[in-house]
Each structure stands twice: as structure tokens, then as C-alpha cells.
């Protein structure tokens, strides 16, 4: 069955270290979404991708970057990790066009705690 | 700024009542209306989509309804069940329908207990 998945599921990690999350999705679908979810707060965009070699900021990119060399993956890396990044993490993927009617899939979620 | 707003945002019911969850919104206009169910630990799953001319949509014991004119949208869950705890999250796709201007609200959080 296809699916999206996420690693780690949880990191821990310290403040000024690089850290990237994977996402891997097999639904073979063109867009990409990297959102963050904080209490009071709902689902976050982060970067998202249209497809391959296309990668765009969201509302909160400062301290992010993407990049998608292929189609089943868009890795989410932290520049230099901080405390404000702690965060839990959801990647998601829909099949293709931007008008936003397509269902988006979600992974299950990364946990990062930055120290 | 676009805003979605959630009530209650708990909610506590026994097993076999049914409960209502309300969406308020001040996207204007929209494209579409969409009702997700998060498991703890879990990503969030789609439940339902409303386009801005469907008033109702159902999904077995899930049934959302859509006033486009008071923007307001709710979702029904009936003779609810111990696997309905999850948290319940309504998504608002502006009008100009753009995948990456989707609107979350915070969430309500359903417990379902004996």
C-alpha cells in the first residue's frame, strides 16, 4: 500500500547543531508539504514543493530549507537548531496542481525537542 | 489575516452520545472546507471536504454541515464511540485555492469515555 513516512519519529538535539527530517512518500504524487504543529496553534506551512526541483517558503521558513531531488522525498532541514524549533513535525503530500482541492496525506509526525 | 476558529476546544462525552463541534471562519471567499481527524501520535486524516455551495456532507457517523452565509461550518459525530477520541481539526481553502494558503484552526479535542 502506499504511504508517507517520517524518520526519526522522535530527535533530540542541541541548540546551533544541523538537523534534517526525512520524509518519504510512495503515493508517486507531486506535491510536498512540511507544516509544524505547536499548541495554540493550528498546523503551520513551513516549505512545500510542486514537484521535483521546485521548492517554495511558507509562513514560517525562517531557520529551514528543503530540497526535492526526486519525487518520493522532501527533507526538512534545520540550518542551525533552535529552542523556538522545538516542535512536533508533519510532512504531507497530495497529488498534484496548487488549488489546494486535492486531500493532503500526513505522515505520522516527527518530535524534535532542541536543548 | 484569514482565521479559523474551533469550540469547544475540549470535550468530554460518553460512549454512545453524540456531540457537535463548531468551525467558525473569516476566509472570505473560499474554495472549500475540509474536516480532519488527528489520532494522538498520529497525522491528521481527512474526514470530510465541503465545496462552498454544499451545505452537508456525511462519512458514516460524521456529518458536517456548512453555512456559507454566517461562515460557520460543524461537525456531527453520532453514537460516538471510544476510537472517536482524537482531536478534530477544520481546514479552510481560500478562494484563490492555492495548496499552500490552507487555514488550520487549533482543534477540539474529543475524549470519549466509558
Known amino acids: 500500500d502506499a504511504e508517507i513516512t517520517q524518520s526519526p519519529r522522535h530527535k533530540i538535539t542541541e541548540t546551533g547543531r544541523q538537523v534534517t527530517l526525512a520524509c518519504h512518500q510512495t503515493?508517486?504524487?507531486?506535491?510536498m508539504f512540511w507544516y509544524r504543529q505547536d499548541l495554540g496553534h493550528g498546523l503551520r506551512l513551513i516549505h512545500y514543493?510542486?514537484?521535483?526541483?521546485?521548492?517554495n517558503k511558507g509562513e514560517v521558513s525562517d531557520g529551514y530549507s528543503v530540497s526535492r531531488s526526486n519525487t518520493e522525498d522532501l527533507p526538512l532541514t534545520l540550518e542551525s537548531a533552535a529552542s523556538s524549533q522545538t516542535s512536533v513535525y508533519f510532512c504531507?503530500?497530495?497529488?498534484?496542481?496548487?488549488?489546494?482541492?486535492?486531500?493532503?496525506?500526513f505522515g505520522p509526525g516527527t518530535r524534535l525537542t532542541v536543548l | 489575516k484569514n482565521q479559523v476558529e474551533q469550540s469547544p476546544q475540549s470535550l468530554i462525552i460518553l460512549e454512545g452520545k453524540n456531540c457537535t463541534l463548531q468551525?467558525?471562519?473569516?476566509?472570505?471567499?473560499?474554495?472549500?472546507l475540509r474536516w480532519y481527524k488527528q489520532d494522538t501520535g498520529r497525522g491528521p486524516v481527512s474526514l470530510t471536504i465541503?465545496?462552498?455551495?454544499?451545505n452537508t456532507k456525511s462519512n458514516g457517523r460524521y456529518t458536517a454541515t456548512l453555512d456559507a452565509d454566517t461562515k460557520q461550518s460543524s461537525l456531527h459525530i453520532t453514537a460516538s464511540q471510544l476510537s472517536d477520541s482524537a482531536s478534530y481539526i477544520c481546514?479552510?481553502?481560500?478562494?484563490?485555492?492555492?495548496?499552500?494558503?490552507?487555514?488550520f484552526g487549533t482543534g477540539t479535542r474529543l475524549q470519549v469515555t466509558l
Open positions: 465541503m465545496t462552498f455551495s454544499e
Open positions: 503515493w508517486n504524487h507531486n506535491n
Open positions: 514543493s510542486y514537484g521535483v526541483q521546485d521548492t
Open positions: 468551525c467558525n471562519y473569516t476566509v472570505s471567499p473560499f474554495s472549500n
Open positions: 504531507a503530500s497530495s497529488l498534484s496542481g496548487a488549488m489546494g482541492t486535492d486531500t493532503q496525506y
Open positions: 481546514v479552510v481553502n481560500p478562494h484563490t485555492g492555492t495548496a499552500s494558503k490552507l487555514t
